[in-house]
């Protein structure tokens, strides 16, 4: 996205470089919110169960297949304009493509497959505290002390809650066979 502003996918202007100040919570925001979490539950789920006969790297090509598709399809549809992107856009995208997108996704489905859901989808906790607080330097959303409190209980409890179940299970079974070499 080119230095100033832009429109999302819905149409509405927004500011895309340095402070995202201006972006304020809204009811449709906080509906798609909701919606995100419960697909991402599914999602965990539906992984987990797709895993049982899957590889990592088999499955984590199908759903970046389909995932590609399912966005660029309504983007081609809708004929959003999304260039030219600048030198500091293609570094974010690099950076979201192999951070979260590749390496975040093969951990979490080869975690999926050797600890138990309960204890996969509670370890994704912390990363709402991490993106809190990398929101405060690189967008210059101020963290309160509200969210700041909130964070360490979230983190104190997980910690607390993975330390737990880990020194009392026994030794996990994974879901799959290696594969013979």
Same mark, same amino acid.
């Given at each position: 996205?080119?230095?100033?502003?832009?429109?999302?996918?819905w149409?509405?202007s927004?500011?895309v470089?340095?402070?995202?100040r201006?972006?304020?919570p809204?009811a449709? /925001?906080?509906l798609?919110?909701?919606l995100?979490?419960?697909?991402?539950a /599914?999602?965990?789920l539906?992984s987990?169960q797709?895993?049982?006969?899957?590889?990592?790297w088999?499955y984590?090509?199908g759903?970046? %297949?389909?995932?590609?598709?399912?966005v660029?399809?309504p983007?081609l549809?809708?004929?959003?304009?999304? /260039?030219?992107f600048?030198?500091?856009?293609w570094?974010?995208l690099l950076?979201?493509?192999?951070g979260?997108?590749?390496?975040?996704?093969?951990?979490m489905?080869?975690?999926?497959?050797e600890?138990?859901?309960?204890?996969?989808?509670?370890?994704?906790?912390?990363s709402t505290?991490?993106?809190?607080?990398v929101?405060?330097?690189?967008?210059?959303?101020?963290?309160t002390l509200?969210q700041?409190? /909130?964070?360490? %209980?979230?983190l104190?409890?997980?910690?607390l809650?993975?330390w737990r179940?880990?020194?009392?299970a026994?030794?996990?079974?994974?879901?799959m066979?290696?594969?013979?070499?």
């Open positions: 996205m080119a230095e100033g502003g832009g429109a999302d996918g149409g509405r927004r500011n470089s340095g402070s995202n201006s972006v304020r809204s449709i /925001g906080l798609f919110s909701v995100c979490i419960c697909a991402f /599914g999602y965990m539906s987990r797709a895993r049982r006969t899957l590889g990592t088999n984590l090509t759903v970046m %297949v389909w995932a590609s598709v399912t660029a399809v983007a549809i809708q004929g959003l304009d999304y /260039g030219p600048d030198r500091n856009d570094l974010w950076c979201m493509l192999v979260p997108g590749l390496i975040g996704h093969v951990l489905n080869y975690a999926i497959t600890l138990p859901m309960n204890l996969t989808s509670l370890q994704m906790l912390p505290v991490l993106s809190i607080g929101a405060w330097p690189v967008h210059g959303e101020h963290v509200g700041a409190l /909130g964070g360490a %209980v979230t104190t409890a997980v910690g809650i993975v179940q880990a020194s009392n026994p030794k996990a079974v994974p879901l066979d290696a594969p013979e070499a």
